[in-house]
T-cell receptor, first 117, second 115 residues
Framework: GAVVSQHPSRVICKSGTSVKIECRSL??????MFWYRQFPKKSLMLMAT?????????EQGVEKDKFLINHASLTLSTLTVTSAHPEDSSFYIC?????????????FGDGTRLSIL | AQTVTQSQPEMSVQEAETVTLSCTYD???????LFWYKQPPSRQMILVIR??????QNATENRFSVNFQKAAKSFSLKISDSQLGDAAMYFC????????????FGPGTRLSVLP
């Protein structure tokens, strides 16, 4: 089955550091990738949708300059949390879709637990 | 490694009827959490219900309830009095209780509600 690898699985770093999270589709080409953020005991909030070769589409309320998303190839999307602060501590998870179309299956990575000290 | 299986890619239910979505998982751990998420076309992932493995009592949230069978590693979701707004993708997910362990999602079940 389709596998999505997310790296790193855990990050602990100091306030002010920029952190990059990678999302890779290992055995398929992902035209679209999604980035989610989870708050404790709550839903996963969609942050942005990235399409290969074009700019990411951010959801309302998500700061584009804070959360930089790059989808440079059909197998890799990255999320960079710039100048991270404690309030950015959260669980971030990506998912990938093989083809365009809302009915296409979505495959999730394992997620990244980010802790900012 | 843990795995989560949802054997029904698609399901349909008549409005006001009851439907059950199945989920099975594989783990060697004894402490963990199980979740059902609903994903509407907006692609947001809405938490529907959450179950702690140490609790024997099945979780319930209004029209949503689960049948948690720990020994069988089964975690099905029952939706009663189905409404048109329940139509969505439903994902079953597992999370270990161990620090640093993250989520494992099933492939999802697309639920259609027929008027």
């Amino acid at each position: 089955g389709a596998v999505v690898s997310q790296h790193p699985s855990r990050v602990i770093c100091k306030s002010g550091t920029s952190v990059k999270i990678e999302c890779r589709s290992l055995d398929f080409q992902a035209t679209t990738m999604f980035w989610y953020r989870q708050f404790p005991k709550k839903s996963l909030m969609l942050m942005a949708t990235s399409n290969e070769g074009s700019k990411a589409t951010y959801e309302q309320g998500v700061e584009k300059d804070k959360f930089l998303i790059n989808h440079a190839s059909l197998t890799l999307s990255t999320l960079t949390v710039t100048s991270a602060h404690p309030e950015d501590s959260s669980f971030y998870i990506c998912s990938a879709r093989v083809q365009t179309g809302s009915n296409q299956p979505q495959h999730f990575g394992d997620g990244t637990r980010l802790s900012i000290l | 490694a843990q795995t989560v299986t949802q054997s029904q890619p698609e399901m349909s239910v008549q409005e006001a009827e009851t439907v059950t979505l199945s989920c099975t998982y594989d783990t060697s751990e004894s402490d963990y959490y199980l979740f059902w998420y609903k994903q509407p076309p907006s692609r947001q992932m809405i938490l529907v219900i959450r179950q702690e493995a140490y609790k024997q009592q099945n979780a319930t949230e209004n029209r949503f309830s689960v049948n948690f069978q720990k020994a069988a590693k089964s975690f099905s979701l029952k939706i009663s009095d189905s409404q048109l707004g329940d139509a969505a993708m439903y994902f079953c997910a597992y999370r270990s209780d161990n620090y640093g362990q993250n989520f494992v999602f099933g492939p999802g079940t697309r639920l259609s509600v027929l008027p």
